[in-house]
């Protein structure tokens, strides 16, 4: 157990929908990551938050966003969802935002 | 962008067996971490390694820096070291290689 709490675990919606996931850090860690693992896309970086604001940015799409809360988890929004966002999207924490990366158990999303 | 390239793709070996994963990169990186992905898709940090060695029971890294590349070793395998090893380089953003899939058969 990485310590690094994600929910929900499963979360079947359809397309043109928007969901939540939501991610608690390891107990002290500042930064939060967000992934999103696909079979065509492989393990894509999404964003990167430190003690709540925005530090670094990948492959994050227009219809996608994020925030990291006072109390420092964070939630991943996913608007208009189209088949192909279905994946199993990871958050991940560190201490300093340069750091060992410790990952969640992972959402996986279905989109139908 | 950076890019990562690991090899083998894939890796079917015996209980028992030495193992060696690679990992190139393109440039010059902040650092580096080997995570498994087991079968039931958990990703567990097996090492954070930007330069130097370092060793975890029947694991241990090492990373040249200077040459771009890092190594995993893994001795006297056993069937739950089974899954995806993933090399993943920051700069910028995170980086991840496409993974070594390891099978151990008993």
């Known amino acids: 157990d990485s310590g690094v709490t994600q929910t929900p675990k499963h979360l079947i919606t359809a397309t043109g929908q928007r969901v939540t996931l939501r991610c608690s850090p390891r107990?002290?860690?500042?930064?939060v990551y967000w992934y999103q693992q696909s079979l065509d896309q492989g393990l894509q970086f999404l964003i990167q938050?430190?003690?709540?604001?925005?530090?670094a940015k990948g492959n994050i799409l227009e219809r996608f966003s994020a925030q990291q809360f006072p109390d420092l988890h964070s939630e991943l929004n996913l608007s208009s969802l189209e088949l192909g966002d279905s994946a199993l999207y990871f958050c991940?924490?560190?201490?300093?935002?340069?750091?060992?990366?410790?990952f969640g158990p992972g959402t996986r999303l279905t989109v139908l | 962008g950076i890019q990562v390239e690991q090899s083998p793709p894939d890796l079917i070996l015996q209980e028992g067996a030495n193992s060696t994963l690679r990992c190139n990169f393109s440039?010059?990186?902040?650092?580096l971490q080997w995570f498994h992905q087991n079968p039931w898709g958990q990703l567990i940090n097996l090492f954070y390694?930007?330069?130097g060695t370092k060793q975890n029971g029947r694991l241990s890294a090492t990373t040249v820096a200077t040459e771009r590349y890092s190594l995993l070793y893994i001795s006297s395998s056993q069937t739950t070291d089974s899954g995806v090893y993933f090399c993943?380089?920051?700069?910028?953003?995170?980086?991840f290689g496409a993974g070594t899939r390891l099978t151990v058969k008993p």
């Open positions: 993943a380089v920051w700069y910028n953003d995170m980086r």
């Open positions: 440039d010059s990186v902040n650092n």
């Open positions: 390694i930007p330069s």
């Open positions: 938050y430190y003690n709540g604001e925005e530090r």
């Open positions: 107990s002290g860690d500042l930064s």
């Open positions: 991940a924490s560190s201490l300093t935002g340069s750091d060992t990366q410790y």
